[in-house]
């Protein structure tokens, strides 16, 4: 089977802060054209910080699309131009005040990739050493700290439902048991 | 810390086929009126169907806002007011082909809740019978069979990057170890 769609025509509907709005015509295998709502967005950094009492921090924040408050991994949007790894060092330290002594590069995830482009790269942090955070003026969060198998627990209860963070968990236990 | 914003104002900027757009203005905790880009979405659910011989059904398609061909579980949009598990049995239908004699909710996930309200359900199907497929005429996908710790295998190696399908394996890995 050809798997393909070719780029007919795009324009762009909203150019906003986070994320740009396209809507597309694109020609399928079978030659019929099709409408693409894609929605681009600079992608990110999930960091899990492991603590030498084996404990993950993580953060509270409430997130305004689902208008309540949701358990994370520290987390944010790559700069322009920046690489993913000096934005998890950048986040980790924003965040959670903690700069890491190893960053194990855990391999990257796409959000939502039937209409978004965003991938984020996750990392796994240890050998931490903590001190102030600096988060922005505006970004109000709450961190707590999680025992790791009590977060995986709390993943397969249905309780921690943020993507990355379920996905860096879950990638860095199969990761911790097989170094 | 206090943790809320409160919608003081909502537009919609673009109404598609598969997400709207809206841009909202919030009150943060400390006074400050914040913009708020959100992106609407169905919601949707992914399926892991393993079979008798202990493989993953997936299936690679084009995804078009990454312009390359994506490997990702069985997955889809929810119809308007349908129920997540009875979404999971028409895809499962429609994608591979599949009844499955034990359908197993792994719970759910938000695929980017900094921007957009998408959270997909996630299902384990068991005890598989297996029948012709019934793809969409505009849906171009291939159905591939993967051994389950192939599949754990790639994720590690960041060969296989869809986020549902990261959760959805690893959590099923870890269900199974458990179960």
């Given amino acids: 089977m050809e798997l393909w769609e070719k780029k007919v025509e795009s324009s762009t509907i909203y150019d906003g802060a986070i994320i740009r709005v396209e809507l597309d015509q694109a020609e399928l ?6 409408r693409r709502e894609v929605v681009r967005h600079p992608g990110g950094v999930a960091i899990l910080p492991l603590d030498a009492q ?10 305004y699309p689902f208008y309540t408050v949701v358990t994370e991994l520290p987390a944010g949007k790559l700069d ?24 194990i590069y855990l391999g990257s995830m796409y959000a939502s990739p039937g209409f978004c482009d965003e991938e984020l790269h996750m990392y796994l942090a240890l050998d931490l050493t903590e001190g102030p955070c600096h988060p922005d ?25 943020d993507g990355k963070t379920i996905a860096a968990v879950l990638r860095a236990k199969e990761y911790l048991a097989r170094r």
């Fill in 29 to 34: 295998p079978n030659g019929t054209l099709t």
């Fill in 137 to 161: 003026p505006d970004e109000f969060l709450e961190v707590e700290r999680v025992p790791f198998d009590g977060l995986v627990d709390r993943i397969m209860k249905n309780e921690v439902r």
């Fill in 54 to 63: 084996g404990r993950v921090i993580t953060v509270r924040q409430f997130r």
């Fill in 80 to 103: 322009p131009g920046e690489d993913h790894r000096d934005a998890a060092v950048r986040e980790l330290s924003e965040e959670v005040g903690a700069t890491a002594g190893e960053l």
